[in-house]
């Protein structure tokens, strides 16, 4: 862990000290310029959530990276005139949304645009939730919908309910079993480990592009771990197998 | 000033709570254990703040009578029903009991039942062969599904060993990839906000 942990913060220095880090084109964070746009044309809001995830369990890294995203998408909607509808699942989540599009609007110069049925408190009850998301789309007629975030079981129900009311979606999750939903039901899929590059993507500042490049470079890592074992075990020697039990 | 306090509060809480998963040390487990103490009573008091923020939204729709505006009134009376009635006579009261298990379960497994046919709904329109990558989709679809049905093996018999090698094989060795690749992003997210690199979740155009 030190090692991981070590690689990112040594690429965060360097990225700090001028070193370039190229980025991939990813077309589910790309495609948010055209969700802005798209819902700004037809004069319909956005609608956002990160799942029923909380900020202090498993799927909370999943829950911030995509909060970095909201602030992104909030942030655009304000500057070009739109509106993000974010619902919340948690409390805590609540709480951090709020700020969060507040300070977009702050950001944008447009403070006083700011409404506080933007971020709506729904249900800690998955499918409530679900429930609840379904009837704002329909309602609202949101152009798009963006779900990023900690999904479970109501993953398909909301992807299906946005798909039926003509908006356009963009997903993205670390949940394995709700990714093949989304793949099948929603116009862009961020896969997995995607939805933490947001952050890079549209800040552009060096502390997030190191981050991003430290990762890789651990990845990278894990791959020469895995082959050397695959080549260690066919071998006969157990020896990396029994040290990275 | 109260920025950089709660940074500093995220720095020291997040960097004791891993130190306190490797190290064995009564002056920092103790202080540790008290902080994760202290976290239900957090979430519940973030749950009022939503339950208000909540209120406040459908107060405006029945003030403003925006349209449905009687949907707001319905779930501002069962609500404020609820968590009066429920601190009343406690949640295992037989009136709470009924109406909990009588409207919120029901109604959570009509959802859920809802959600089995949007399944086949979205799995329609994914499996279309429009390039090789969707007939590969689609094949590989095709042969997992009839894999788990008798019909199946009636058709060839070498169709269930297909199925489980695609999804033993092919499947987990992807789904191992994304979860190793997202094991790495959960590390970084938590290392930034650890050593105050990521500061979004405060807002106000951090």
Known sequence: MLLVCGVIVLQIERAKRGFKVELRRIAGLEAMDEVVGRATEMGRPIHFSAGVGNLTTRGAPAMMASLEILGHLAWMSAKYGSKVITTVAQGDVFAVSEEIVKGAYLRAGRPDEYTPDMVRFLSPSQFAYAGGIAGIINREKCAANVIIGHFAAEAIYIAESAHLAGAVQIAGTTNMYQLPFFVASCDYTLIGEEIFAAGAYYSKNPVDLGALSGEDFDRAFAIVLMLLGVVLVTMGDKSLSDLLK | ?206
Not at chain 2, 37 to 43: A, I, Q, S
Not at chain 2, 110 to 130: D, I, P, Q
Not at chain 2, 186 to 204: D, E, H, K, Q, W
Request: proline letters at 2%; hydrophobic letters at 50%.
């Open chain 2, 1 to 206: 000033m109260r920025t950089g306090l709660a940074v500093v509060i995220a720095i020291v809480i997040g960097i004791g709570m891993t130190l306190d998963y490797f190290v064995k040390l009564p002056l920092l487990n103790s202080p540790m254990a008290e902080v994760r103490n202290w976290m239900p009573v957090v979430t519940s008091f973030a749950v009022i703040v939503g339950a208000v923020g909540l209120l406040n939204v459908h107060h405006r729709n029945i003030q403003r009578k925006r349209g449905a505006w009687y949907n707001s009134v319905v779930l501002c009376v069962v609500m404020l029903w609820t968590i009066v009635w429920g601190i009343a006579f406690g949640t295992n009261d037989k009136t709470y009991t009924f109406v909990f298990d009588n409207v919120l379960t029901s109604a959570s497994t009509t959802l859920s039942a809802v959600g089995a046919l949007y399944l086949g709904s979205s799995a329609f329109r994914a499996f279309k062969a429009t390039n090789v990558n969707a007939a590969i989709l689609l094949a590989s679809g095709a042969i997992v599904m009839l894999a788990q049905v008798p019909i199946g093996e009636a058709l060839y018999g070498g169709i269930p060993a297909i199925g489980d090698w695609i999804m033993n094989i092919l499947n987990t060795a992807g789904q191992r990839g994304i979860m190793l690749t997202s094991g790495i992003g959960f590390m970084t997210v938590c290392l930034r906000i650890m050593l105050g690199y990521n500061r979004s979740y405060l807002g106000s155009g951090q």
